[in-house]
Every structure is written in C-alpha cells, then in structure tokens.
C-alpha cells in the first residue's frame, strides 16, 4: 500500500539536497587547503567517530543474526571516491553547480540501470517513457549548466 507524501517528506528531501551541497562545498574547501585524500578522510573520519559513539551510548541489537553480502561493504570505498572526486571537480571550471549536477545525473543513470537489473534483491523494472524523459531533462540540464553556467 502506498501512502501519498507528506510536506516532512519534501522538506527532509530538500534539506538533504541542501546538507550534501554544503559538505561538496566543506569537501572543496578541505581539498583547496590540503589534498584529495585529506578531503576524503576529514568527513569520513568524523563521521565514524560520531557512529562509534552513537553506538556505544545507544547499543542498539542486531536486526538479523546474518552477515551482510560483501557488497554491502563497498559503500565507503565509493564514497571516499565521491568526495575526492566532487572535491576535485568543484576546484575546476565544473564548480559547485556543475559537479551536483553530474552526481544527480550518475545517481538518476545508476537507478535506472539498477531497476532494468534487479539490483540489490529488488524486482526487476523495465523503466517507462516517463523515466527515459526525466533522464534526458537532468541530462540537458546538466549540460547547460557545466556549458553555459558561468556565462553571463
């Protein structure tokens, strides 16, 4: 059964998007001063810091008694990839707008390429029309903004 959305979920997906326009913008920073690397390892480090103290205080239990695929361990590597990535496009002619705009286009290629798939243990799903055509207008938008962006 699918429920409609509701207004907290537009304003947690708007402040996502705006929470990881700021950490690209933190990355490039970090990357401007120091180095890819070290622009990777500052948000990642912190990060599991504050997860390991999360955890020591909440000490939640396990959900299932089963290990994870080994794919599931891939997230960091990808990410750390990311940030080096977004922190050296964003240091270039790409710039902010150029570089989320690339990333949200990989992300929209990716799913699309993961439903056609069955990706992840999900269904298989032949995209339609209407997901072919969000993909082109990410596509150009993308295109005009890397291209034209910095015109004035």
């Given amino acids: 059964m699918s429920h409609p959305p509701r207004v907290y979920h537009f304003a947690a997906a708007f402040g996502a998007g705006g929470l990881l326009s700021l950490m690209v913008l933190f990355n490039g920073t970090l990357a401007t001063y120091g180095s890819l690397f070290f622009s990777s390892w500052v948000p990642h480090l912190t990060g599991s810091v504050t997860a390991l103290i999360l955890l020591a205080f909440l000490r939640p239990k396990r959900a299932t008694a089963t290990r994870p695929p080994l794919w599931a361990y891939l997230g960091g590597i990808s990410g750390g990839l990311t940030v080096m990535l977004t922190s050296a496009t964003l240091n270039s002619a790409l710039a902010l ?22 990706l992840f243990g999900m269904p298989r799903k032949m995209p339609g029309a209407r997901d072919y ?5 990410i596509v150009a938008g993308s295109l005009v903004i890397i291209f034209f962006g910095g015109a004035s």
């Fill in 97 to 118: 707008s150029g570089t989320i705009a690339l990333g949200l286009a990989g992300q929209v290629v990716f799913s699309l390429y993961a439903d056609i798939r069955g």
């Fill in 133 to 137: 055509l969000s993909l082109s207008l």
